[in-house]
């Protein structure tokens, strides 16, 4: 399986604020680990299956390069109940949500039309133009229920 290069995000993103990912040995082996790697993980997990595998960098690089890459949609950013971000390889390019186990980790893509349209519909209200949102759902899977 092949590993897509970092792309810097959109005009606007990160890249706008002087942080991007350029194609650096780092920012390779981390999308490389990152497509290695099954479901979500933190931000120490990632770093220290870097450092696992012989490579040099350092943890605030570590964050630095996923911040840019989920600003992209290269990379998938969910909290878990805790509060932490989690980071996994996106799967499915645009804006989607996920339902996550809170036993095992296991997450699941879902459509959030109906989310979607509330998010609009509130803001819209409230008179907010250009709406983003963040939507967490946790439960159990059928596995550990």
Known sequence: MTTPSPQPPPAGGAAARGTRVRGTRQAEALVTVLGNLSGFHSAQDIHAELRRRGERV???????HLQVLSEGDAVDAIRDENGETLYRRCVTGGHHHHVTCRSCGRSVEVEGTAVERWAERVAAEAGFVDVDHTVEIFGRCPDCA
């Open 58 to 64: 350092g943890l605030t690089t570590v964050y630095r």
